[in-house]
Structure formats: structure tokens, C-alpha cells
């Protein structure tokens, strides 16, 4: 098989399928380069370059690269910039074309009977649809976060739009795109109004790309079995 990545996403193409049985979400992009962002990092009592390396998983020529330091000295209160890649950004310094990704099941986990499902693994902040025994399509996703906990559990597809306005405490997102409900008011759809896939951000539902869940609602019929867990 063969596996491409798209953006967040990675379609894997099936020998023996044709190429039009996989819609890929947008072209291929790999010669970009890698995505770095960064945050700010408070130094407290005790830490060093070291320590604050080793807990970013970075080095500390990254830290000083990031902020001009020429020695290692630093100081309680100091504000770091710390450089943050993206899954995106460390799958392509890995240097490979071919990137295959398997979930995190817990213990006694049973795959549905069916010939289509989506798998939602919540420690992974990834989504992976199957199709034959195979996986298909993986996307990075954003979760919904404390306090709203996107459910775990088995659930079915049991409606699609094409797109619609969704609100709820503090929110009002107009042209959400590519929904397809699951669990009560808990959704599949594109999302547009954040880039921070990888990490919980939604009230519930799950955020994947315009991209990514467009082909999702494409390929998902009503009905198709969707199971999240940890």
C-alpha cells in the first residue's frame, strides 16, 4: 500500500483499489517547510536550559537559537520563547515519504463487524477510518475539552449537513462546514477557526479540517459506526 500525507492527514491507497476509490483531501504539500511554532515559558526557581530542554523534548541550542541567548545563564521570571513543532512538522523531519500511523486501544478493545467505521482515538487526538480490515484515512483532530468531554463510546452517524451555523456558551461559528452528528449534538465537522489540531479544543465535538472532513462526509454513509476512546 501507499501512504500519503495531506496536510494534517495521511491516505493510505490500497493495492488493488483504484486510485479514484481514495479522494485525497487537497494536494500533496511535502515540499514545505517544517511548521515551527512557539510558546512562552516562565522560568522558575531551579530550572536550567537543561530542564526546561527536557521538558519541551527540545535541545538547548533550540532554546537558545529561539531566543538570542549567547550564554546559558537565565533568571527566575525570565520569559522564553520555546519552539513547539507541529505532528505535522516532526513527521516530515523523520524524512519519510511513507508514514503509517496505528491507534492507542485500551485492553479487551473488539473492531466493529462492519465494512466502514471511524475509530476516534482521544489519546492520540487522531481519527482513523477503516474500510476492509484497513485503515483508510488518519487525520489529526481536536477533542472537546474539560468540561466538555466528547463522549466515549460506540455511537452512528445518524445525520449529515452540508453546512450550518453552530452556537452554544460563548460561541456563534457561522459556515461550519462537512457535519456529520454521531453522539446527540456531538460532531464530525471542518473547522476553520483554529489550526491547533493535535490538542482538545472543542465543546465537544470533533474539529478536523475543511479538508479532512470533507472527505470524511463523502466516503461516511448515515449510519456508519463511530467509536471514541482513550
Known amino acids: 500500500m501507499a501512504v500519503v500525507e495531506v496536510d494534517n492527514a495521511v491516505i493510505i491507497l490500497l493495492v488493488g483499489l483504484p486510485a479514484t476509490a481514495v479522494a485525497a483531501p487537497g494536494t500533496n504539500n ?16 531551579g530550572d536550567t536550559l537543561g530542564i526546561i ?12 537559537k529561539a531566543n538570542d541567548l549567547g550564554g546559558g545563564a537565565i533568571y527566575v521570571g525570565q520569559k522564553l520563547r520555546i519552539p513547539v513543532k507541529t505532528r505535522r512538522a516532526e513527521e516530515k523531519q523523520q524524512g519519510s515519504s511513507t508514514i503509517t500511523k496505528q ?7 473488539r473492531p466493529p463487524n462492519a465494512a466502514k467505521w471511524i475509530e476516534v482515538d482521544l489519546s492520540q487526538q487522531r481519527l482513523y477510518a477503516h474500510q476492509n ?24 452517524i445518524w445525520a449529515k449537513v452540508r453546512r450550518q451555523t453552530m452556537s452554544g456558551p460563548g460561541y456563534r461559528l457561522p459556515n461550519v462546514q ?10 464530525i ?3 476553520y477557526w483554529h489550526n491547533n489540531f493535535g490538542h482538545p479544543m472543542s465543546h465537544g465535538c470533533i474539529n478536523a479540517t475543511n479538508k479532512a472532513a470533507k472527505w470524511l462526509y463523502n466516503w ?8 471514541v476512546h482513550r
Open 103 to 109: 491507534p492507542t486501544r485500551p485492553a479487551g478493545f
Open 53 to 64: 530542554a527536557r521538558k519541551f523534548n527540545i535541545t538547548i541550542a533550540d532554546i537558545k
Open 178 to 187: 462537512w457535519v456529520m452528528y454521531f453522539a446527540g449534538e456531538n460532531a
Open 133 to 156: 480490515g484497513q485503515i483508510l484515512f488518519t487525520t489529526l483532530i481536536s477533542s472537546g475539552r474539560a468540561p466538555y468531554r466528547t463522549p466515549i463510546g460506540r455511537f452512528r
Open 189 to 191: 465537522h471542518g473547522t
Open 220 to 227: 461516511a454513509p448515515y449510519g456508519t459506526i463511530v467509536v
Open 30 to 45: 511535502a515540499s514545505a517547510p517544517p511548521q515551527v511554532q512557539y510558546k512562552i515559558y516562565v522560568v522558575k526557581e
